[in-house]
C-alpha cells in the first residue's frame, strides 16, 4: 500500500541497462539519464560501501587505489553482481526523481538482451524490485529498440533490428508486435575495444587502457576502408623498456584490428537472414535492415553490412537512445491497449 | 539558402549530377530498387515503406554523395512526424486509467485530505494567506524557454513548409511568414483568425493538432493580437479574465473552458 502511495509521486520508467550505459526515459519527459554502469565500491575491513556510481565511477575505472574497487555490474547484458546492480538502480532512480521528498516507487520497464536465461531475468526483476520499484515489466531489447526506432512493429510486416550495444548484439526479425527471430552475439563496443587493444600490444608492443581504445574506436575507427586516412597519437606503456612511449595509429590499422569482431556481426546477421521465414525475408529484402545502438555509431558499419548482405541498411536516428525511448513508448502501448503483457516478456 | 532548404529529392539529385553518377549507380551502391532512388530524388516520400526508412534512404544517399545527411534527412521530417504523432494525440484525448492507478488516485486524494485537515488545524490563519492568483504568477517564469523553442522552431525548415513556400511563391510573390493584411501568419496555410484582446498582463500559447508550438508569448494589458493560420489549435490562455477572444470574427466564450483562471480550448477542428 505505501508503494502506491509513494507511486503516486513517481514517474514510469524506461530503463536500457546496458553493459556499457545505462540509460533512463522517462515517461513524458524524455531521456532524464544516462551514465556508464560502472560503480565504484571502497572497503573498509568487511565493510563495503558505494563510493561513487556513473561517470564518477567511470572516471576512476582502472586509476582506483587498493581499498576501492571500479566495477561494472553487468556483463553481456546480463546482471554479474546482483547486489552491485541493485545499488546502482537505486542510484539511478533515485537521481531521477532529484527533486522529490519522498522516496520514488515508480513503474519500471526494463529492456533484457533476447538470449538471456529465466534466471538472469528473475535477476533483473528482483533487482529493479529491491531498488524501489513497484512494478516490473520485462520487454526484449530489439523490440523495444525498433520502437525507439520508429519502426512498425505492430504490422504484418517482417523488419530486421541489429541493436549493436556494449556487450552484445542483438539481431531480431519483427512481426506483428513479436519476435520472430533472434539472436545475441556476444561481441559489441567493448569486444572492438579489446580488440584495439589486442591489436596494439601486438603491433606496437605497447600496453593502452580500454578508455584509451575507446577513444581510438571513436575518432578513428571504421567498419569499411575510407578514402581518407586519419590519424591519432596515442601514449601507452612500452612492454619491453617498461616506460610510457607515444605513437601514432592510424584508420587502416584500426579497421585491421576490428576485423574479426566485426566478421562476427556479419556471420550473425547472414545467418539469421538465411533462417528467415521465406515471406518475411521478401519483406527484409525491400526494406532493408535498421541498425541502432552505439555500435552503430561506428564509421562506415552500414556499408559493410550494406556490402555483405546486398541489402538496403539504415541507421535509426539517436541510435544510442532508441532502446530506452522504445522502452517509454513500449509502455504507453501498453497502457493504451490496456494489456500489460502486450510486448513484455517473463 | 542551405542544401536542406531546398527539396532534399532535388539536393540529392543535384549532387548526383554533379558527380555524374547515374540512377542505376546509386542503386547498386545503396542496394535499393531504382524505383526507391527516383520516388526519393522526387520528394515522393510517400512511395516509400515508412518515414522511418524514407529518412534512412535519404541519410545513406547523402552520406553517399557526401552532403550533409543529417540535414537532409531533418528536411523530411515534418510529414514524417505528422505521421507518428498520430499516436500521442489519441492517448491524451483518453484517459485509460489502470484499476492500480485509480486506487492510488483514492489513496492520494485521501492523503492530500488529511493533511489539509492537519494544516487548517494547526496554522489556521496560514490558510487565508495563500493566494488564488499563484499558478498565474508562476507563468511568465516560462516565457524564456518557450522563447527559445520558437525561436528554434522557426529557424529549422521544415519540409512541409518548404512545400507550401515554393507553391505560393509564385503566387502571392511574398514569403508566407510575414505579416499579412495585420494578422500575423503562425502556420503556413489556412485562414482561420484569431483575435485576442487583453486587459490584464495574460500568457498565451498556441500549438498545433500534433502539438507543434505556434506561438507563445506573454501579452501586457492593453495589447492585441491577430493572427492566421491553419486550424485546429490548441491554446491555453494563463489569465482568462483578463482576455476577450475572437475566432474568424465570433467571439469565443471562455468561460466553459476556464479553470483556475486558466483556458484551455481547441480550435478549428
Partial sequence: MFKNIRGLFSRDLSIDLGTANTLIYVRDHGIAL???????????????????VGLDA????????????AIRPLKDGVIADFLVTEKMLKYFIGKVHENSVIRPSPRVLVCVPCKSTEVERRAIRESALSAGAR??????????????????????????????GGGTTEIAIISLNGVVYSDTVRVGGDR???AIVAYVRRTQGSLIGEATAERIKQEIGAAYPQKEIREIDVRGRNLAEGVPRSFTLNSNEILEALQEPLSMIVQAVKSALEQCPPELASDIAETGLVLTGGGALLRDLDVLLAEETGLPVIIAEDPLTCVARGGGKALELMDKAGNADLLSTE | MTEAAESPGRTLQAARLERSFAVREVAEALNLPIDTVEAIEADQFDRLPSAVFARGYVRAYAKLLELDADALAAACRVDASEQ??????ARSSGL???????????????LLLIIAVLAIWVWPEDE?????????????????DDAVALASASIEPTYEDLGELAEAAPQAGQPPLAFDDGGRRITPGGDDRLEFAFTEECWVEIKSAAGRNLYSDLSRSGDSLDLVGRGPFRILLGYAPGVSMSFNGEPVALGPHTRNNVANLVLGQ
Fill in chain 1, 34 to 52: 544516462n551514465e556508464p554502469s560502472v560503480v565504484a565500491i571502497r572497503t573498509q575491513g568487511n565493510q563495503k560501501s558505494v563510493a561513487a
Fill in chain 2, 96 to 110: 485509460m486509467l489502470e484499476p492500480t492507478a485509480l486506487l492510488g488516485g483514492a489513496f492520494g486524494v485521501l
Fill in chain 2, 128 to 144: 487565508q494567506a495563500s493566494s488564488p492568483l499563484e499558478p498565474v504568477a508562476t507563468l511568465p517564469q516560462r516565457a524564456p
Fill in chain 2, 84 to 89: 507518428t504523432e498520430v499516436v500521442p494525440a
Fill in chain 1, 135 to 164: 512494478d516490473v515489466r520485462l520487454v526484449e531489447e530489439p523490440m523495444a529498440a525498433a520502437i525507439g526506432a520508429g519502426l512498425p512493429v505492430q504490422e504484418a510486416v517482417g523488419t530486421m533490428v541489429v541493436d549493436i
Fill in chain 1, 58 to 69: 567511470k572516471r576512476m575505472l582502472g586509476r582506483t587505489p587498493g581499498n576501492i574497487t
Fill in chain 1, 192 to 194: 572492438f575495444d579489446e
